[in-house]
């Protein structure tokens, strides 16, 4: 069943795996679903930068 024309958040928080966000996202995506990612905070990054 083609779910064509949804949308879905996928939030996402510091030190994630690659695979834990791409995988679902790439499914979703697949099935026609508008995915979106987010972070729980508006001003922080999921990745920072390491010095």
């Given at each position: 069943m083609r779910l064509s024309g949804k949308k879905a958040v996928i939030l996402v928080?510091?030190?994630?795996?690659?695979?834990e966000v791409f995988y679902p996202?790439?499914?979703l995506s697949e099935e026609g679903i508008w995915v979106t990612?987010?972070?729980l905070k508006a001003s922080t990054h999921p990745r920072p930068a390491i010095p």
């Open positions: 928080s510091n030190e994630f795996e690659d695979l996202m790439l499914r990612l987010g972070t």
